[in-house]
Nanobody, 124 residues
Framework: QVHLVESGGGLVQPGGSLRLSCAASDQTVSNYHMGWFRQAPGKELEFVAAITWKGGNIYYADSVKGRFAISRDNGVNKISLQMNSLKPEDTAVYYC?????????????????WGQGTQVTVSS
């Protein structure tokens, strides 16, 4: 069992930045592939970014490529999502997820463990 906790969400103006973090409280994340997903009101859960367990491979949704950066620090049992040049359409609840062997890093159904989510609102 992996218990994930996200933090760092909030309200930011368009063009601003936020940094989300995801920590595991009772297991080490170093053994897991990790992903970030988001869900806007009335929309389906959407892939944002993912990183393999050693950080050797990173994946981004086209909508965030060049603006967001996923990273991991296995030494402190945490992954992060740096979000720059934020747009109103980035407004959503952001979730981190973990799995030891996802067949498709971009598919939410492949991840076993999920955090409770953190709200990101981009608005002037």
């Amino acid at each position: 069992q992996v218990h994930l906790v996200e933090s760092g969400g909030g309200l930011v103006q368009p063009g601003g930045s936020l940094r989300l973090s995801c920590a595991a409280s009772d297991q080490t994340v170093s053994n897991y592939h990790m992903g970030w997903f988001r869900q806007a009101p009335g929309k389906e859960l959407e892939f944002v970014a993912a990183i393999t367990w050693k950080g050797g491979n990173i994946y981004y949704a086209d909508s965030v490529k060049g603006r967001f950066a996923i990273s991991r620090d296995n030494g402190v049992n945490k992954i992060s999502l740096q979000m720059n040049s934020l747009k109103p359409e980035d407004t959503a609840v952001y979730y981190c997820a973990a799995d030891d062997q996802p067949n498709n890093m971009r598919a939410a159904s492949e991840y076993m463990y999920w955090g409770q989510g953190t709200q990101v609102t981009v608005s002037s």
